[in-house]
């Protein structure tokens, strides 16, 4: 069964500094699809970043971006430059091509400390 | 933002009520979806819906049922309440499964007392 792994329960960051991220999945898939979902205090599900497994180029979207280790199924998230209003809890997915489910992490919440 | 209307937002019902959570489109997307959130567990798949009348299990479904009679509404039904049933409601839709990517609602709070 494919599973999704997120360790850190909880991250912090000074404000400006960068942090990562990590998420890890199992599949014996070969297309899927991974991606970073951001929940602020709002409960508002945003879509960060989304990764193509057949694409080796990583994913950037502004001051976030991926490193997509395909053979080690690790998909962390690097937010650069944070910003007070990138704490949230983040949730990483996965889901395989052709299909409807998302499978998620138990997520990670981030503080960004002024 | 995708328009995707969840209502209630919250609700607080007994134990044996019935309960019915609205998700209402203006995307006309095919998928629909409705996930619970709790702490620990990350979001998990109740049931989706791939058209009209066509819905399936996800991976919570049992005390659950769904229905899909237009494009634009999926209802959620907990026939009898349990407090096991307190959660945050989730309903996402999607236009194709190729492209994957699912928007959400902005959920609902719902308290089973």
């Known amino acids: 069964a494919q599973t999704v792994t997120q360790s850190q329960p909880e991250m912090s960051v000074q404000e400006a500094e960068t942090v990562t991220l990590s998420c890890t999945y199992d599949t014996s898939e070969s297309d899927y699809y991974l991606f970073w979902y951001k929940q602020p205090p709002s409960r508002q599900m945003i879509l960060v970043i989304r990764q193509e497994a057949y694409k080796q180029q990583n994913a950037t979207e502004n001051r976030f971006s991926v490193n997509f280790q395909k053979a080690a199924k690790s998909f962390s998230l690097k937010i650069s430059d944070s910003q007070l209003g990138d704490a949230a809890m983040y949730f990483c997915a996965y889901t395989t091509s052709g299909t409807y489910k998302y499978i998620f992490g138990t997520g990670t919440r981030l503080k960004v400390l002024a | 933002d995708a328009g995707i209307t969840q209502s209630p937002r919250h609700k607080v019902t007994e134990t044996g009520t019935p309960v019915t959570l609205r998700c209402h489109q203006t995307?006309?997307?095919?998928?629909m979806y409705w996930y619970r959130q709790d702490p620990g567990h990350g979001l998990r798949l109740i049931h989706y819906?791939?058209?009209?009348?066509?819905?399936d299990k996800g991976e919570v479904s049992d005390g659950y049922s769904v229905s899909r009679s237009k494009t634009e509404d999926f209802l959620l039904t907990l026939e009898s309440a349990t407090s096991s049933q307190t959660s945050v409601y989730f309903c996402a839709i999607s236009d194709s499964i190729a492209k994957n990517i699912q928007y959400f609602g902005a959920g609902t709070r719902l308290s089973v007392l």
């Open positions: 819906s791939y058209g009209v009348k066509d819905t």
């Open positions: 995307e006309n997307h095919r998928y």
